[in-house]
């Protein structure tokens, strides 16, 4: 004789079957730390976690994860921070940090109390933190590649810098002091920091141009190729090749400069969404499952064939994103292997 079965032994049974982390994971509280906010990579960076998260929040895989951004990009500030979240008793942490070595007695003290600690973008080398990111030497490495493939002769090159003192900046500029390395016919004959920023990068290359000689090329980090761009015309300059890093304002004068005269250049940067990457790894710790502690996952690319969408997908004023799910967590976890 059949019997009914009750809804809540279903939706245990279904849950089971579909791999869900709810009754793992459903009361866990999960924080970001972010130590700035000061560009459009950052807010749409603030913008994935949060609708990623909501709805992480609404089906009932965490109970909370809650975004906090220092008020300063100071490592004492952050450091802060992260006492008052382990006061707070949270399950995980995933961070953005100030600094890659600066942070780690902070994010120690977190894993001490039983927190899990995963950072993003900005790294953290304690051993106890986890690291997910893009083979940032390789973005750099890279960038040199293209412009040897364009530039056969070689050339003068600008190196436009990041924030000084986070890992990225080291990395980025590691990759691209290998690939000159590589193609010794380039030089980097100056060097600036734009912070990510469009409006620092413009006033930087702005100063040091006329005392420059002919650049063929600009390699950066991303958020400083159309302030680059503006700089080289108010100089009187034509334009080099300048890589870009998926800032809408780049990928539109892109557009704008390849219909007008045939511009041709590439683009990359890690997603900022690649931070709801970093939740959900943080919640598959949290439901017990065996991760490395790092996991490295593609850079978004933009070639001259895919600008078009790349513009058409990037808001006005913001960058070119994508956001990823528990299931490309699992995936980028078990690309990564299990050491």
């Not at 006061?87 to 995933?94: E, F, H, M, T």
């Amino acid at each position: 004789m059949k019997t009914a079965m009750s809804t809540t032994a279903l939706a245990l049974i279904l849950a089971c079957a579909a791999g869900s982390a709810l009754a793992e994971t459903s009361g866990k509280r999960i924080a970001l730390s972010n130590n700035y906010a000061g560009n459009s990579w950052r807010q749409a960076m603030l913008q994935s976690w949060d609708k990623v998260t909501k709805a992480a929040v609404s089906d009932h895989s965490v109970a909370a994860a809650d975004s906090f951004t220092t008020a300063d990009k100071e490592v004492p500030t952050q450091a802060a921070q992260l006492q008052n979240l382990i006061l707070q008793g949270y399950d995980a942490i995933v961070i953005d940090a100030a600094s890659p070595e600066a942070l780690n007695g902070a994010v120690k003290a977190a894993c001490d109390a039983g927190i899990t600690v995963v950072s993003f973008d900005g790294t953290v080398s304690e051993p106890c933190a986890y690291r997910v990111g893009i083979d940032y030497v390789g973005m750099g490495r890279k960038q040199v590649d293209y412009l040897a493939q364009r530039l056969p002769g070689g050339g003068n090159l600008l190196e436009i810098r990041g924030l000084a003192g986070t890992s990225i900046d080291d990395l980025i500029h590691q990759g691209i002091a290998d690939g000159v390395k590589a193609h010794p016919n380039f030089k980097v004959v100056g060097s600036v920091t734009g912070n990510w920023d469009e409006a620092t990068a413009q006033k930087a290359v702005a100063t040091v141009l006329p005392s420059m000689p002919d650049i063929v090329g600009v390699v950066d980090q991303g958020g400083d190729g159309y302030g680059a761009a503006q700089a080289f015309n108010g100089a009187g300059k034509k334009e080099p090749i300048i890589i870009m890093g998926n800032r809408q304002d780049e990928l539109a004068w892109w557009k704008q400069q390849r219909d007008a005269n045939g511009y041709a250049t590439s683009s990359a940067s890690i997603a900022p969404g690649g931070v709801t990457l970093a939740f959900w790894v943080a919640q598959q710790i949290l439901d017990g499952k065996k991760v490395p502690h790092d996991i490295v996952f593609p850079a978004l690319e933009v070639n001259q064939d895919q600008l078009d969408a790349a513009l058409k997908a990037a808001p006005v004023g913001g960058v070119y994103n994508t956001e990823y799910s528990q299931a490309d967590a699992v995936k980028a976890v078990a690309a990564s292997g299990t050491k």
